[in-house]
């Protein structure tokens, strides 16, 4: 098959996995008690980045959860700290984000580092203008919408461009 054909063949069948099954996330995950159902838009971005490799979809999603945790631990530590805010957030965010790489790098074979560092920042996005006590139920939302971005999203569509390819010979 010439270059340029199967180039557009691989384009359309990924626009056409990612045109179907992230909208089916979004619009059933608010049913199962997911409010951050964006979130997994993210994470399999980063799954995707990392090249699709499903060798390293667990690490990444531990990773993700990681970060989740570190969110929580984060504005947990700043609502316990007496300084001006901008002192405990550099603090809190030097320290953490040390420890975030020691301990991934640590244990690279469990957890990749930057889906950490992502998923804290995800955290701390939707988590840091809030309380802890007025967190109910969402860290485990977002770990739940970090997960299905790499698992649903991310190898879901890499699966589903795959099925189409083969079907197209490509």
């Known amino acids: ?89 550099y603090c809190t965010l030097f320290v953490l984000g040390g420890l975030a790489v020691i301990i991934g790098e640590s244990f690279s074979k469990f957890i990749f580092v930057p889906s950490w560092l992502c998923g804290w920042a995800i955290g701390l996005t939707i988590l840091g203008p809030m309380k802890v006590q007025d967190f109910g139920t969402l860290p485990i939302q977002i770990g739940a919408a970090m997960a299905a971005g790499v698992v649903y999203v991310g190898i879901g569509v890499d699966a589903f461009q795959k099925m189409l390819l083969k079907k197209f010979g490509v």
């Open 1 to 89: 098959m010439e270059a340029k054909k199967e180039k557009r063949i691989r384009m359309l069948t990924l626009a056409f996995g990612i045109a179907l099954m992230p909208p089916v996330w979004a619009v059933l995950s608010p049913y199962i008690g997911i409010s951050t159902g964006a979130v997994a838009l993210i994470c399999a971005g980063l799954y995707v980045a990392n090249g699709n490799q499903r060798k390293d979809a667990f690490k990444i999603t531990v990773g993700f959860l990681c970060g989740d945790v570190w969110a929580v631990l984060a504005v947990w530590i700043m609502e316990a700290m007496p300084f001006h805010p901008n002192v405990e957030l």
